[in-house]
Each structure stands twice: as C-alpha cells, then as structure tokens.
C-alpha cells in the first residue's frame, strides 16, 4: 500500500502528464459541472470509482462515508442530506446509485454494534441509523451462517439506504416526477462484479445481466 511519499509522486505524474494532456478538460471543468450521476457509496480504500466506471473529472458526483449510509431524513446539519439535496436540486443529476460492496468493515460492525460500542463508539452510533439491518436479515434466514449473514446484511443494507433515500423530500419528488432514477449495487471487491437490485423481482442480479429497472417509491425494499 502507498506511502503518502509515494502519493505526492503520484500527483506529480499527474500534474506533468495527465494536466497538459487534458488541457481542454480541466478548462471546461473549471467553468462548471454537469455530472449525471450521484454515486453513494463506502470509503473504502478498496473502492476506485474512478476506475471501476472508467470515468474522468466531470464525470460522477462522489458522496462516500463508512458504510455508504443515508440518514434518514431530519438532521440538517447532515453532510449526506446536504449533498444529495445538492445534486438533485443544483446540479440536477439524473441518476442515483447506491453502491455497497462485498467485505465492508461498517456492515461487519452492524452486526456486532454491542461488541464495538467500547472501541468504536461514534462509528456505532453514526451506524445505528441502519440499526434495522440486522433484523431485516436475521427474520429470514436464522438458519444462515456468519458469512452468509454478513453478505445478505450487505446486500439489505442497500436497500435500507435506498429506502432511507427516499425519505429525503428532493429526492421522493424528483424520483415522483420521474426527473431522478435510484439503483441499488453491490460491487464485489474480490472480483470486480457488480450486482444490481431489480426491483420487480427483488433480487439482485448480475448489472450486465439484469434489465434495467430502476428502483421506484414502494416500500418494502426487501430482500427475496
Ligand atoms: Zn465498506
């Protein structure tokens, strides 16, 4: 894993090559943004965006945390309520994809918030607005072991941050008047696949694979 030392070689690579290259780029940029979609998901260090969607500066308004978390709606000194209300009513995304990911750290201590309390406590408490993850998976499928536990609470916690999504009034409306779409992924950090929830059948399935149906307003978002 890089060193910040090795970081700033990186950005020097960047500013010599990839800056003048892209000339033209940065000067259309600097005059403002248009990006299309509003990507939500972890912070990961694991996750490249960038690169696993190919895309350049302009391309996709990024709003990341631990556990790619949507509060719900209500707390307006919320970062996440701010930047969602942004990108819908400023710069008039027209898609919204919530992206969790196969072995997430946050989704693992959902799971076990009394055992992290003592070592964690903010991240427990910031993690507690999905609180309701862990009954949604553990009501159908007791039987499960640890593993297959941790990979469906991935899975249902997209959900549940769609679902929260939507209590958001920017996005219910946009999402009403047929303006902003919502997609639900689950990228898997082992080989790069991308599932995607579809929601006449509520499964996830294969984004190359599925027919795409964004998510509509109609609770519940559970899982099949
Ligand atoms: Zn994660």
């Not at 999905?130 to 499928?141: C, D, E, H, T």
């Not at 939507?166 to 997609?183: D, K, Y």
């Amino acid at each position: 894993m890089k060193t910040l030392q090795q970081l700033i070689q990186g950005y020097q690579h960047f500013l010599t090559v990839y800056c003048p290259k892209h000339e033209d780029l940065l000067a259309q940029l600097s005059r403002g943004q248009q990006p299309q979609v509003l990507l939500i998901t972890c912070s990961d260090s694991r996750i490249e965006p960038g690169l696993i969607f190919q895309t350049e500066p302009g391309d996709l308004f990024v709003l990341r945390n631990a556990g790619n978390m949507v509060p719900p709606y209500g707390d307006r000194n919320s970062a996440e309520a701010g930047t969602i209300e942004f990108a819908i009513l400023g710069l008039k995304v027209h898609d919204i994809v919530v992206m969790g990911h196969t072995q997430c750290g946050a989704v693992r201590a959902l799971l076990q918030l009394d055992n992290v309390r003592t070592q964690l406590p903010c991240l427990c408490q910031y993690l507690a607005m999905s609180a309701r993850v862990p009954a949604l998976i553990g009501a159908r499928s007791q039987e499960a072991d640890a593993e297959r536990q941790f990979r469906l609470a991935v899975y249902q916690n997209v959900l549940v941050q769609l679902d929260n999504l939507l209590t958001h009034p920017a996005v219910a409306s946009a999402v009403e008047r047929g303006q902003v779409a919502l997609h639900g992924w689950v990228y898997h950090i082992e080989t790069g696949a991308i599932d995607a929830y579809h929601h006449s059948t509520g499964q996830f399935l294969p984004l190359q694979q599925a027919p795409f149906e964004p998510v509509h307003s109609e609770w519940p978002l559970k899982l099949t």
